[in-house]
């Protein structure tokens, strides 16, 4: 696939921490209940910390007690793109950022307390917070 913001493994590099090009460009996940965004409870954006993309608005995050910060539907339909992911000898879906390809987390459907049943499952190194 193509993105609207394509750089090489070297310039992502130069402009991400260790931890965040791990997660972001090698697909790494990080521990659960250590991230700096799963007790965020202000009104407002969640983007990608690559390249800045709006992805969830914080009316659409809830606690899924996975230890992640969980959302149950993107900022736009076109916010994410999903890929079947079959490493680590299962079958699940990746979530991505469509605007960079960015590695965010998986989406499960085993959210039964939401209006779509989705869990986007997301690690805090792959998004950043943008207050209202």
Do not use: I
């Amino acid at each position: 696939m193509t993105y609207k913001v394509e750089k090489s493994d070297q310039e992502w590099q130069s402009e991400l921490d260790p931890q965040k090009f791990a997660v972001l460009r090698e697909a790494a996940t990080e521990r659960p209940w250590s991230g700096a965004l799963l007790d965020e409870k202000r009104e407002g954006v969640y983007v990608c910390a690559a390249c800045g993309a709006e992805l969830y608005t914080s009316d659409s995050k809830f606690d899924s007690g996975s230890g992640w910060p969980s959302f149950w539907k993107t900022a736009t339909p076109d916010s994410v793109e999903l890929v079947e992911d079959r490493a680590l000898g299962m079958v699940r879906t990746e979530v991505k950022c469509a605007n960079c390809g960015s590695h965010l987390g998986h989406l499960f459907d085993d959210a039964y307390q939401t209006p779509t049943g989705d869990r986007y499952c997301m690690n805090s190194l792959a998004l950043e917070f943008k207050p209202e």
